[in-house]
């Protein structure tokens, strides 16, 4: 792929105040395999490599396991997930797929049954920031290393 333009260099304020909201996220009280599930979704929906390879590594090294990172995108399907990370990934998903239907009553619902609404309020801008790595990531090809 061809080289694209580095944000961190053409715009270091910009790049600056995303790893602003990254490390605000990161003194969240979701736990670091819930952050990982939200990263991995968003980034498989996203279709980003670079993401998903970053955040799988992660999820390994904070202790979640193989098969249920192979069984991520697939987690309605599965009883490998608790109750509350399927209302993660839920939550994370229509965040991610906002255009289609926004967030449904029902899956706000399910939310609310495990979460507070500040853990709520920091699920939705984990999706969101995901999601804006993503497109970053996407957009400027990033590539991942060997």
Not at 6 to 12: L, T
Not at 91 to 100: C, D, M, P
Request: charge should be neutral; glycine fraction near 4%; hydrophobic fraction near 40%.
């Amino acid at each position: 792929m061809q080289s694209r333009v580095k944000i961190e260099q053409a715009k270091p304020e910009v790049w600056k105040a995303m790893y602003g909201l990254a490390g605000s996220l990161s003194k969240s009280t979701l736990t670091p395999i819930q952050k990982s599930l939200i990263k991995i979704r968003a980034s498989q929906i996203n279709s980003c490599a670079y993401c998903i390879n970053m955040h799988t590594k992660e999820a390994l090294k904070a202790g979640d396991t193989q098969q249920r990172i192979f069984l991520i995108g697939v987690w309605a399907e599965t009883n490998l997930f608790t109750e509350e990370e399927k209302a993660i990934l839920s939550l994370t998903e229509e965040v991610t797929l906002i255009h289609q239907h926004g967030i449904s009553d029902s899956t706000y619902a399910q939310a609310e049954k495990y979460f507070s609404p500040e853990t709520i309020a920091e699920i939705i801008m984990s999706a969101v920031e995901i999601n804006a790595w993503n497109r970053i990531a996407i957009s400027t090809h990033l590539s991942i290393a060997h």
